[in-house]
């Protein structure tokens, strides 16, 4: 019994033992890669006659649509013969890869006899510069209700990521990630305060970064709607600010009273903060001792 027993071991280790072996060597781990690159697995080990392999290859991005491995490319040898160096094709330009620095691709290689499967390479794509070719909303447009939608139209291929921007004034946050659809980066906003905003917004491919153009935009809902008090509060909160009461808040060492009027009359801003009535009540006292006083005299 343990004669077949090991009789079967032997029978399953061998075909391991003297399975041929295949490693990519281009691209190579962490290269950055552009144009017609070739894709290279070096074949060895391989008995006499068992010289033809073919290779499937394997390639994902997790930054991109690409994020789970799919087949890109099929690739066989041909010459024939041990220790060979075989299994090339081209790439990127004929497979039209997406700009990326988060590239993984393995091979699943066999002959008549054996299926082996190589380690995993990461590598950069980078055709090009991130591209962009369009803002939305349009710059100096007025929008009146306070939800807005961002759009940056830009070549998907060129970029795998982006960032809105606001600067100096804001309507919560400087920064809002963008989400890609096809050829283009959007993100949505609602309950934005009237003001007066400038935006720009960045894209990346994870190795090069593109920045757009400024845009300026009005939000100006006429003083017609109370919406202003939740995203007033959601804006002072954000800045490390307390809410007092449903439209007076305070921030910094202020009082800020929304006062629910147009564009460019939203706020009044009180020094002191909460002690401002104290304050004007000493004051009165103080001024009305001296009155008393010099009318005494």
């Known amino acids: 019994m343990k004669k077949i027993f090991l009789i079967g071991l032997i029978l399953l280790v061998i075909p391991t033992i003297f399975a041929f072996t295949a490693t990519i060597e281009s691209p190579s781990a962490s290269e950055s890669v552009s144009g017609n690159t070739l894709l290279n697995v070096t074949i060895a080990s391989l008995g006499d006659g068992n ?28 010459t024939g013969g041990a220790d060979i160096v075989g299994v090339n094709t081209t790439y990127l330009t004929a497979l039209n890869l997406q700009d990326s620095d988060l590239w993984s691709i393995y091979a699943d290689c066999q002959n008549s006899t054996d299926t082996v499967t190589t ?23 007025t929008d009146a209700d306070g939800t807005v939608t961002f759009t940056i139209s830009a070549p998907s291929a060129n970029s795998t990521g982006g960032t809105l921007h606001f600067t100096n004034n804001h309507p919560g946050s400087k920064a ?23 935006w720009y917004a960045t894209l990346t491919d994870g190795t090069d970064t593109t ?8 939000v100006d809902d006429g003083g017609s709607s109370n ?21 007076t808040f305070s921030i910094g060492g202020y009082t800020i009273k929304d006062k629910l009027s147009d564009f460019g009359n939203t706020l009044t801003k009180t020094k002191w ?5 104290i304050v004007w009540i000493i004051a009165i006292i103080v001024i009305g001792f001296i009155v008393y006083k010099a009318n005494k005299k």
């Open 51 to 78: 010289g033809q392999v073919a290779c499937a290859y394997y390639a994902r991005a997790t930054n991109t649509g690409n994020s789970s491995y799919g087949m890109i490319v099929n690739a066989t040898n041909t």
């Open 119 to 141: 380690s995993a390479v990461t590598f950069t794509v980078d055709n090009t510069n991130p591209e962009v070719t369009s803002l939305s909303p349009s710059d100096g447009s």
């Open 176 to 198: 809002y990630t963008l989400t890609e659809g096809t050829d283009q980066f959007t993100v949505s906003l609602t309950r934005m305060p009237e003001g007066r905003y400038e």
């Open 211 to 218: 920045t757009s153009a400024t845009y300026e935009m009005i």
């Open 227 to 247: 919406r202003k008090v939740g995203a007033i509060s959601a804006l002072v909160q954000s800045e490390g600010g307390t809410q007092l009461s449903s439209r």
């Open 273 to 277: 903060g909460p002690f401002a009535p």
